[in-house]
């Protein structure tokens, strides 16, 4: 389908290949680049002066920054009220650390219960304004649950692919979401290759993780919303649990745009962005170190953090990409550090976070234990989701 972009608020301009450049139409279909086989990304007309009143204050959801999203026209729209979550200080465990600033942004308050909903709130949204039927996902749990209820909400229709091993409570949302929900032993690789055998006349968008252009545009909203709520200022270093890791590269893009847009003043310094993964599945860590070449024959297992479980994430190089350009790192955290983290941030917070919030926190200590991180500086942490949605996986452990 064509879609035209006339009278549309969004500066939405056109699709690059993430590899070589090569450009394409953002008004058509697409999934992956055509040239090189890799994601695709999109572009604005940034040269034209755009000020910060183009932000819809009245609208309290990811929507205010329409401008520089790629839905052409409102009415098209499938939302929950996702987005602008709150940034919240830490004051109990940055005295018990003697740190400076620790804040954490909490994705868990997004509705269906994770940053999930930003990239899965724009993806079928713009599987409404192109005119398709509906939409197919592997997931490791949370990605699912979005994708059934934006689908229940857009009336599409939706097909979620999950490991069979994946906590009940995702299971059980997907399906009072009305969506067809297929379980396949193994970890989120496998479930992509169902998804593809499925999904091979391509009648169903795949949502896979950076196969198509949208998620990552939603995701983005999350370094919108950073520099807003922090007065168009920025963290001195950034730690997100990057499993398929569109959330890093989306907050990353999110803070170019706003370099290039003129919304952070020129001594506003970019952070670090510091990748945290599971040591039961590290791909990015393993090519970081050079331990191999690529994630391609990477081997992971199972988690607690089940959005970490990605062993071949088709984003590897894109990530790469944001930690040298930020002068970030990659880090790994065991199973035991992720429910330590959880219980320094039930405990002293009281914050009820997934294994990817306890990571994140375990991933900040121990890179202040190596002087990677100083105590002085601005340290923001982002928690993906609601720890109620892996009782399954930590119930009985919160006394260690």
């Known amino acids: 389908m064509k879609l035209v972009a006339s009278e549309s608020l969004s500066r939405l301009a056109a699709l690059h290949c993430s590899a070589c450049g090569t450009e394409y139409s953002a008004f058509d279909l697409q999934r992956v680049s055509a040239c090189c086989n890799v994601p695709l990304v999109a572009d604005y007309d940034l040269h034209e002066p755009l000020s910060r009143a183009v932000i819809d204050q009245a609208d309290t ?9 790629p839905l052409l026209h409102e009415e098209n729209k499938v939302t929950l009220g996702e987005g602008l979550t709150p940034l919240l200080r830490l004051p109990r465990l940055a005295a018990r650390y003697d740190l400076a600033n620790l804040l954490l942004k909490d994705e868990g308050q997004n509705p269906t219960g994770s940053f999930k909903a930003r990239g899965l709130s724009m993806a079928v949204s713009k599987a409404k304004e192109l005119g398709i039927e509906g939409c197919i996902i592997p997931t490791a749990g949370n990605a699912g649950v979005a994708l059934a209820a934006y689908c229940a909400r857009g009336g599409l229709k939706a097909v979620v692919v999950m490991p069979r091993h994946t906590p009940a409570a995702f299971k059980e949302e997907c399906y009072w979401y009305g969506a067809e929900v297929e379980l396949v032993d193994g970890l989120i690789s496998d479930c992509g290759a169902r998804v593809r055998q499925r999904n ?20 983005k909203t999350m370094g ?4 807003e709520q922090l007065g ?14 569109t959330g890093l590269i989306g907050i990353w893009k999110a803070f170019q745009e706003m370099k290039q847009l003129g919304w952070l003043a020129p001594e506003v310094k970019l952070p670090r962005m510091v990748a945290v993964q599971a040591e039961n599945c590290c791909p990015l860590l393993e090519t970081y170190e050079g331990r191999q070449s690529n994630c391609h024959a990477y081997q992971g297992r199972a988690t ?28 790994s955290v065991s199973e035991e550090g ?3 983290g959880m219980r320094d941030l039930g405990q002293h917070e ?13 991933a900040a200590r121990q890179l202040l234990a190596t002087g990677e991180i100083q105590p002085h500086e601005n340290i923001l942490l982002l928690n993906t989701g609601n720890g109620q949605k892996y009782m399954d996986n930590v119930a009985g452990r919160a006394r260690g």
Request: no cysteine; glycine share 14%; charged share 15%.
């Open 350 to 362: 009281g914050l009820f976070v997934a294994p990817e919030g306890g990571a994140v926190w375990t």
């Open 224 to 227: 919108y919303e950073i520099a």
């Open 61 to 69: 959801s990811m929507w205010r920054y329409g401008a520089l999203l």
């Open 304 to 331: 607690l953090a089940n959005g970490l479980a990605v062993p071949h994430p088709l984003g590897e190089a894109m990530m790469l990409r944001v930690l040298h350009e930020s002068n970030g790192t990659v880090v």
């Open 232 to 245: 168009w200022t920025l963290p001195d270093v950034l730690l997100y649990p990057a499993g398929g890791g």
């Open 338 to 340: 992720m429910l330590a």
């Open 200 to 219: 091979a006349n391509g009648a169903l968008l795949d949502i896979s993780t950076l196969k198509e252009p949208y998620r990552l545009e939603g995701k």
